[in-house]
């Protein structure tokens, strides 16, 4: 998971050198993290269909090889289109990744420790964001933008030994095509609402998110080791969020939800109404960080509490909308950030994470009792 998600979001902390060096826009080069969330989003049901009946440990291998490769290719790429057509690709494999990677941790550990095996696997997303994407940051600020890939592909050839030695054999379980994956929330209304939570939150948190250095550098007046400090800082409350919702979700589910998506609304507003100094945006990245960690668990939680019989495809369908979403929210965040500057793009992320709360308010109870009247129907 830390190798997958610092290769997708590495663009988010050298968005400026980037932009420089290859002579574009920031909204342009955030297209990094867009076209890779494209292919990551809307692949993935697909390809999890297609290799149903490949050994997951096998599978896994030739993604990291993917990333491995793409890295390179990124590092040396003579020009913007190159760049872009290489990320793309690389998106299939990081897309696969999030659809079967919890899945597999889950089956390395007896049942009663599943839960906990999914969030050791989602703090690489928070490890990724504490180390990879400051550590990034501050490798670039001593060397360039393309050394930096060159290093992320040789972690990714060790994380591919690492698997091919220590990993054992997976066979796929729950297999299903890809017409009953894309029946699934046409059926089970519980998914359907959590798919439409996902797309609301992930949008507005990556629209925000993936101009947070523009944003930092304009209105705190940031330096690159301020940015790096400040995403690390930012990481270490996801890791701690992401700790703490571990406990919490066995226990109330949609509650530590609504807590973290109330969460990254208030900390959006925050940074617009302190965010001009030093102090006010590591209040507000703190805040952010702790809500995101508790979200980003709690919705796989929601997931595999809705389609627990097949949860590798519900994982495919959660991921189309997650990485499509990342995909989007980038996109948009770019068009708001070249037309109507960076401080736009925080409304934004306020507007659509607060769409994302309302909507569980709304429809968690009704969704709950589906699941309850469900679970009463099998038991009889």
Same mark, same amino acid.
């Given at each position: 998971?830390?190798?997958?998600?610092?290769t997708?979001?590495?663009p988010?902390?050298?968005?400026?050198?980037?932009?420089?060096?290859?002579?574009?826009?920031?909204?342009?080069?955030?297209?990094?993290?867009?076209?890779?969330?494209?292919?990551?989003?809307?692949?993935?049901?697909f390809?999890?269909?297609?290799?149903?009946?490949?050994?997951?440990?096998v599978?896994?291998?030739?993604?990291?090889?993917?990333?491995?490769?793409?890295?390179?290719?990124?590092?040396?790429?003579?020009n913007?289109?190159?760049?872009?057509?290489?990320?793309?690709?690389?998106?299939?494999?990081?897309?696969?990744?999030?659809?079967?990677?919890?899945?597999?941790?889950?089956?390395?550990?007896?049942?009663?420790?599943?839960?906990?095996?999914?969030?050791?696997?989602?703090?690489?997303?928070?490890?990724?964001?504490?180390?990879?994407?400051p550590?990034?940051?501050?490798?670039?600020?001593?060397?360039?933008?393309?050394?930096?890939?060159?290093?992320w592909?040789g972690?990714s050839?060790?994380?591919?030994?690492a698997?091919?030695?220590?990993?054992?054999?997976?066979?796929?379980?729950?297999?299903?095509?890809?017409?009953?994956?894309?029946?699934?929330?046409?059926? =089970?209304?519980?998914?359907r609402? %959590?798919?439409?939570t !996902? /797309? $609301?939150?992930?949008? &507005?948190?990556? @629209? *925000?998110?993936?101009?947070v250095?523009?944003?930092?550098?304009? =209105?705190?007046?940031?330096?690159? %080791?301020?940015?790096? !400090? /400040? $995403?690390?800082?930012? &990481?270490?409350? @996801? *890791?701690?969020?992401?700790?703490?919702?571990?406990?919490?979700?066995n226990?109330?589910?949609?509650?530590?939800?609504?807590?973290?998506?109330?969460?990254?609304?208030?900390?959006?507003?925050?940074?617009?109404?302190?965010?001009?100094?030093?102090?006010?945006?590591?209040?507000?990245?703190?805040?952010?960080?702790?809500?995101?960690?508790?979200?980003?668990?709690?919705?796989?939680?929601?997931?595999?509490?809705?389609?627990?019989?097949?949860?590798?495809?519900?994982?495919?369908?959660?991921?189309?909308?997650?990485?499509?979403?990342?995909?989007?929210?980038?996109?948009?965040?770019?068009?708001?950030?070249?037309?109507?500057?960076?401080?736009?793009?925080?409304?934004?992320?306020?507007?659509l994470?607060?769409?994302?709360?309302?909507?569980?308010?709304?429809?968690?109870?009704?969704?709950?009792?589906?699941?309850?009247?469900?679970?009463?129907?099998?038991?009889?």
């Amino acid at each position: 998971m830390f190798v997958f998600l610092t290769t997708e979001l590495m663009p988010v902390g050298l968005l400026t050198p980037l932009s420089t060096s290859l002579n574009i826009s920031v909204g342009v080069a955030g297209l990094m993290v867009t076209l890779q969330g494209v292919s990551a989003g809307l692949g993935v049901p697909f390809i999890v269909a297609w290799t149903r009946r490949v050994n997951r440990r096998v599978l896994l291998s030739t993604l990291l090889a993917i990333l491995a490769l793409g890295n390179v290719v990124t590092a040396v790429s003579p020009n913007y289109a190159l760049i872009l057509t290489t990320r793309l690709i690389m998106g299939f494999a990081s897309g696969v990744f999030w659809a079967i990677g919890v899945s597999m941790a889950m089956r390395l550990v007896p049942e009663r420790h599943a839960n906990r095996a999914a969030a050791i696997v989602m703090s690489g997303i928070s490890i990724a964001t504490v180390a990879g994407i400051p550590l990034g940051t501050f490798l670039e600020s001593l060397t360039d933008w393309r050394t930096t890939f060159l290093i992320w592909s040789g972690l990714s050839a060790l994380v591919f030994l690492a698997v091919a030695a220590m990993i054992p054999s997976l066979p796929s379980q729950n297999a299903v095509s890809v017409r009953e994956v894309f029946g699934l929330p046409l059926k =089970n209304v519980p998914l359907r609402s %959590v798919l439409f939570t !996902v /797309v $609301l939150f992930v949008l &507005g948190h990556f @629209g *925000a998110y993936t101009f947070v250095r523009p944003f930092l550098e304009e =209105n705190a007046a940031a330096t690159p %080791v301020f940015v790096t !400090v /400040v $995403l690390m800082i930012f &990481g270490v409350a @996801g *890791a701690a969020g992401n700790f703490v919702a571990g406990h919490t979700v066995n226990r109330n589910l949609r509650g530590s939800f609504i807590a973290g998506c109330s969460g990254l609304v208030v900390s959006l507003l925050l940074l617009l109404t302190i965010g001009d100094g030093q102090a006010g945006s590591i209040i507000s990245l703190i805040l952010w960080g702790l809500s995101f960690g508790a979200v980003q668990l709690c919705q796989v939680n929601m997931t595999l509490a809705a389609a627990p019989d097949t949860f590798e495809a519900a994982m495919s369908l959660n991921t189309m909308a997650y990485n499509t979403s990342i995909a989007l929210g980038a996109l948009f965040g770019g068009l708001f950030a070249d037309h109507a500057g960076v401080t736009s793009v925080v409304w934004f992320g306020v507007a659509l994470t607060a769409a994302s709360l309302l909507l569980n308010l709304g429809t968690g109870r009704k969704t709950s009792r589906t699941v309850a009247d469900d679970e009463l129907a099998a038991s009889g």
